[in-house]
């Protein structure tokens, strides 16, 4: 069955450093999203991308978060500067057409020390 | 924009227990609802979906879920839990079309007892 994968599960890195999370949406899906989930509280939106660029983003995704999808099959998301806060899990979700479900990976713990 | 909350955060129950989570949505128009379950150290999954049709709709292991329009719920609930059943249950939601985002609550955690 098609999934969505996330790497890496785990990531440590100290406070102002720049860090990339990678995912690999399922191959025919066209919309993308990334999701965070700081610890004990909701999963909250970050951003939605189509078509090559971003349709929607939330409140915290400020100019420290970018995404980009190099190659056509990876999608990421980069904090360029990262803060305590950003610690939390970030959740990579994919869907194929409109009116389906997304389909989540399994997350990429992100650790700011 | 739409909001979703949920009533419990944290529900203790004993094997063979019945389940019914609330959930309730804000929007003022027309809504995609879904319930995501998160089993401890594993990703969200599609627990179940409504889309149109019939209001009561059945996902996997044995949950099931009614869109009560007027009410803006869409309750889940299993008549009789396991001890697998532990994990964080999210009600979400969409607007209708495009690439619209979901929406979640804030999770509610259940505790199977043995």
């Known amino acids: 069955e098609p999934e969505v994968t996330q790497t890496p599960s785990h990531q440590v890195t100290q406070m102002g450093q720049e860090v990339i999370l990678r995912c690999v949406p399922i191959?025919?899906?066209?919309?993308f999203y990334w999701y965070r989930q700081i610890l004990g509280q909701k999963v909250e939106f970050l951003v939605s991308?189509?078509?090559?660029?971003?349709?929607?983003k939330s409140e915290i995704f400020d100019d420290q978060f970018s995404v980009e999808r190099p190659d056509g099959s990876n999608f990421t998301l980069k904090i360029r500067s990262t803060k305590l806060e950003d610690s939390a899990m970030y959740f990579c979700?994919?869907?194929?057409?409109?009116?389906?479900?997304?389909?989540f990976g399994q997350g990429t713990r992100l650790t700011v020390v | 924009a739409q909001s979703v909350s949920q009533h419990n955060h944290h529900v203790i129950l004993s094997e063979a227990a019945s389940l019914e989570l609330g959930c309730n949505y804000s929007y003022g128009g027309t809504v995609n609802l879904f319930w995501y379950v998160q089993y401890p150290g594993q990703h969200l999954q599609l627990l179940l979906k409504y889309f149109s049709g019939d209001p009561l709709v059945k996902g996997i292991k044995g949950f099931e879920a009614e869109f009560i329009k007027s009410k803006f719920s869409f309750n889940l609930r299993k008549p009789s839990v396991q001890w697998s059943d532990t994990a964080e249950y999210f009600c979400?939601?969409?607007?209708?079309?495009?690439?619209?985002?979901?929406?979640f609550g804030k999770g509610t955690m259940l505790l199977v007892s043995p």
């Open positions: 979400a939601v969409n607007a209708l079309g495009g690439y619209s985002t979901l929406t």
């Open positions: 191959s025919n899906h066209l919309y």
């Open positions: 991308f189509y078509n090559n660029e971003i349709s929607e």
């Open positions: 979700a994919s869907r194929g057409q409109e009116d389906t479900e997304a389909f």
